[in-house]
Protein backbone atom coordinates (compact mmCIF):
# COMPACT_ATOMS: atom_id res chain seq x y z
CA UNK A 1 0.00 0.00 0.00
CA UNK A 2 1.32 3.72 -0.86
CA UNK A 3 1.76 6.21 1.90
CA UNK A 4 -1.01 8.48 0.71
CA UNK A 5 -3.38 5.05 0.71
CA UNK A 6 -2.33 4.15 3.95
CA UNK A 7 -2.40 7.80 5.44
CA UNK A 8 -6.06 8.39 4.01
CA UNK A 9 -6.98 4.46 5.76
CA UNK A 10 -5.30 6.14 8.69
CA UNK A 11 -7.21 9.29 9.17
CA UNK A 12 -10.77 7.70 7.96
CA UNK A 13 -10.74 6.05 11.60
CA UNK A 14 -10.35 8.58 13.12
CA UNK A 15 -13.21 10.75 14.40
CA UNK A 16 -14.46 13.99 12.17
CA UNK A 17 -13.15 15.86 15.42
CA UNK A 18 -9.55 14.67 14.92
CA UNK A 19 -9.22 14.96 10.82
CA UNK A 20 -6.00 16.65 11.92
CA UNK A 21 -4.64 15.93 14.93
CA UNK A 22 -0.81 16.88 14.32
CA UNK A 23 -2.14 20.62 14.30
CA UNK A 24 -2.73 20.57 17.66
CA UNK A 25 0.88 21.02 18.56
CA UNK A 26 0.55 24.35 15.87
CA UNK A 27 3.73 23.42 13.99
CA UNK A 28 3.53 20.85 12.26
CA UNK A 29 2.56 21.65 9.08
CA UNK A 30 3.84 23.43 5.69
CA UNK A 31 4.69 26.62 6.18
CA UNK A 32 4.10 27.24 10.05
CA UNK A 33 7.24 28.61 10.66
CA UNK A 34 6.19 31.61 8.75
CA UNK A 35 2.87 32.01 10.80
CA UNK A 36 2.46 33.54 14.10
CA UNK A 37 0.52 30.84 17.04
CA UNK A 38 -2.49 32.85 16.29
CA UNK A 39 -2.17 32.32 12.65
CA UNK A 40 -2.00 28.80 12.91
CA UNK A 41 -4.79 28.93 15.39
CA UNK A 42 -7.13 30.52 12.36
CA UNK A 43 -6.08 28.49 9.93
CA UNK A 44 -6.69 25.42 11.66
CA UNK A 45 -10.19 26.65 12.65
CA UNK A 46 -10.78 27.62 8.98
CA UNK A 47 -10.06 24.25 7.75
CA UNK A 48 -12.26 22.70 10.39
CA UNK A 49 -15.30 24.86 9.37
CA UNK A 50 -14.95 24.40 6.23
CA UNK A 51 -18.64 23.70 4.44
CA UNK A 52 -17.77 22.84 1.01
CA UNK A 53 -14.95 20.44 -1.13
CA UNK A 54 -14.72 23.91 -3.43
CA UNK A 55 -13.77 26.33 -0.56
CA UNK A 56 -11.52 24.43 0.82
CA UNK A 57 -9.54 24.19 -2.66
CA UNK A 58 -9.90 27.64 -2.67
CA UNK A 59 -8.45 28.47 0.52
CA UNK A 60 -5.92 26.17 0.42
CA UNK A 61 -4.49 27.86 -2.85
CA UNK A 62 -4.52 30.67 -1.48
CA UNK A 63 -3.08 30.09 1.78
CA UNK A 64 -0.38 28.09 -0.38
CA UNK A 65 0.19 31.30 -2.48
CA UNK A 66 0.86 33.22 0.81
CA UNK A 67 3.35 30.98 2.44
CA UNK A 68 5.42 31.13 -0.40
CA UNK A 69 5.26 34.25 -0.63
CA UNK A 70 6.50 34.90 2.94
CA UNK A 71 9.02 32.09 2.04
CA UNK A 72 10.75 34.01 -0.89
CA UNK A 73 10.65 37.55 1.32
CA UNK A 74 12.54 35.42 3.89
CA UNK A 75 14.74 33.61 1.66
CA UNK A 76 13.67 30.49 2.57
CA UNK A 77 12.72 26.83 1.22
CA UNK A 78 9.49 25.48 1.93
CA UNK A 79 8.94 21.70 0.86
CA UNK A 80 6.84 20.80 -1.41
CA UNK A 81 3.47 20.74 -0.87
CA UNK A 82 2.31 16.89 0.15
CA UNK A 83 -1.00 15.62 0.62
CA UNK A 84 -4.21 17.43 0.44
CA UNK A 85 -5.86 18.01 3.58
CA UNK A 86 -9.25 18.94 1.31
CA UNK A 87 -9.21 15.34 -0.14
CA UNK A 88 -8.48 14.02 3.24
CA UNK A 89 -11.83 16.08 5.03
CA UNK A 90 -13.85 15.04 1.48
CA UNK A 91 -12.79 11.27 2.09
CA UNK A 92 -14.18 11.39 5.74
CA UNK A 93 -16.97 12.81 4.69
CA UNK A 94 -16.63 16.37 5.77
CA UNK A 95 -18.50 17.46 2.78
CA UNK A 96 -21.97 17.19 1.50
Known sequence: MNNK???AALLLG??????????VQGDNFRGAQLMSPDE??????????MKSFDE?????????????RRAKDKGAALPPVQGDPC???????RFR
Not at 14 to 23: E, G, H, L, V
Not at 56 to 68: P, Q, V
Not at 87 to 93: A, F, I, L
Open 56 to 68: CKGYMSAHYLELD
Open 5 to 7: LLF
Open 87 to 93: EVMKTMG
Open 14 to 23: CSQAYAFPWY
Open 40 to 49: RKTHVARLQS
